[in-house]
């Protein structure tokens, strides 16, 4: 355990350093990810002063879509197209003859990818607060802590996944693009799931992003929603190691 912090260490400082020779295409992909909370925002304040009629108010879209750029910003992964390219071109085989877990680096880049993400939104999030006077009511910080790490971790580990069917098909692109237009819909990351059908509340989606603000914004019974997100989160992570597991049986690459 030791030597692989040690080498995650190290990882985590070359990574950064990769981001860091490419910060600013990075920055401009980092306020980009902005784009969808607040252009989402301002439609939906602009439906409420048109009449529409909403089962919320518009304070209640100001603090969720404003919240919703701090959660999503801590919980995204882009993992898959990475790993199914490292596995269709037989870059992973550098990894397997080396002497500490190769999903290692993945998770050193997503950590970095979290920390640069931070630095560069903080301060924007933060002027989007006192500009449209963010109020939030007295949270449970604790488990909305705990919520944002288990849809970290579900993300990321339903991202694995789907880029470890690379070691069946040659092109997973499919797949990953219907993952992640399926995840911004049901997530509430463009409709609030309050105004969505009901049964979209019980798929593992609400958990990568809803759960965490509903927590945040005051919501009740959060015993049973905490309980479904720890259970899709261990399902996520059993099934992405046993389609590792059984890839890694499967691969085979040029100098593997």
Known sequence: MRATLRVLRRLLGVNLGLAMAYRGEF??????????????????????????????DETYLTTYFVLM?????????WLAPYLAASIRRGELSVW???????????????????????????????????LLDVRLPDARWALVAVSVALAAILVYAVDHLIGSLAFWFDDVGGLISANALLARVLSGGVVPLALMPEWTSALPYRFMLSFPLEIAMGAPAL??????????TAIAVLGAR???RAGLRAYAAVGA
Request: aromatic letters at 10%; proline letters at 7%.
């Open 69 to 77: 750029g701090v959660v999503q910003m801590l919980t995204s992964s």
């Open 27 to 56: 920055a401009f992909y980092v306020l980009g990810g902005l784009a969808t909370p607040v252009v989402s925002l301002l439609i939906w304040r602009a439906a409420l002063r048109s009449g529409a009629r909403l089962p919320v």
């Open 223 to 232: 015993a049973a929603g905490l309980a479904l997100q720890v259970a899709y």
């Open 242 to 244: 046993a389609v590792w």
């Open 96 to 130: 397997l003859v080396r002497p500490v877990p190769s999903p290692l680096d993945g998770i050193a880049n997503n950590l970095v990818e979290k920390l640069l993400k931070l630095c560069w939104q903080a301060p924007a999030i933060a002027l989007l607060w006192w």
